[in-house]
């Protein structure tokens, strides 16, 4: 079965550190996968986007990468700021199902000062 | 200029009702999506319009669920004989494009659906 997984348990780091979230999937042939912050009570807000060729994006203190043979996504948030604290969502945009994207379940990431 | 719209924000129904729930997408953005959202779970995807393109429905849970979307732009959801599991968060994206063409979604910032 198809399947996109996020670490379930929360993350817990100190300020300062890099925060480094995993997203995998399984017999999906993606053809974008995007992240996107979610805080509570409001809807989620897109971060990044990457290709399937590509290997790294950066933006600011944000940083994703895509491994197609692993089926994996890395986000990472260095130096990280209490205000980083939110849950993050990975979600993928597949070959032959038109426009729609498909949500993994999200981590939830708290900084601590 | 406006982000996506929903309303209401907030919804109680009684169990057997229909509801009705709005979304008003940034203007010129042709592609329209629904999610839902339980408590502490990801986005299960319910529906999507692309223009004047037949919508893919296949995220639909049950023929008790139905959107259409009027002139392109506002689009409604509706809920027929609402059970207790509908109860969830139900949000509304749109995006200039469609998320295979490399276009980020807007998202509302929801319905919170209580079904009693």
């Known amino acids: 079965s198809q399947k996109i997984e996020q670490n379930s348990e929360a993350l817990n780091i100190q300020e300062g550190k890099t925060a480094t979230l995993t997203c995998n999937y399984t017999?999906?042939?993606?053809?974008?996968l995007q992240w996107y912050r979610q805080d509570p009570g409001r809807g989620p807000v897109f971060l990044l986007l990457?290709?399937?060729?590509?290997k790294e994006k950066r933006k600011e203190r944000l940083k994703v990468t895509f491994d197609t043979t692993l089926k994996q996504s890395l986000f990472h948030i260095t130096a990280s700021q209490p205000a980083d604290s939110a849950t993050y969502l990975c979600?993928?945009?597949?070959?032959?199902?038109?426009?729609?994207?498909?949500f993994g379940q999200g981590t939830e990431l708290s900084v601590k000062p | 200029g406006a982000g996506v719209s929903q309303s209401p924000s907030n919804k109680v129904t009684e169990k057997g009702k229909d509801v009705e729930l709005r979304c008003d997408p940034i203007?010129?953005?042709?592609?329209l999506y629904w999610y839902r959202q339980s408590l502490g779970q990801g986005l299960e995807f319910l529906i999507y319009?692309?223009?004047?393109?037949?919508?893919?429905k296949s995220g639909l849970p049950s023929d008790r669920f139905s959107a259409e979307r009027t002139g392109g732009s506002v689009s409604t959801l509706t809920i027929q004989r609402t059970q207790q599991e509908d109860s969830a968060v139900y949000l509304c994206?749109?995006?200039f494009g469609t998320g295979a063409n490399n276009s980020p979604l807007h998202f509302g910032n929801g319905t919170r659906l209580t079904v009693t």
């Open positions: 994206a749109s995006s």
């Open positions: 017999n999906y042939s993606p053809a974008y």
């Open positions: 990457i290709r399937e060729n590509e």
């Open positions: 979600a993928l945009s597949i070959y032959n199902q038109g426009g729609k994207l498909i």
């Open positions: 203007s010129g953005h042709t592609a």
């Open positions: 319009f692309q223009g004047n393109s037949a919508p893919d």
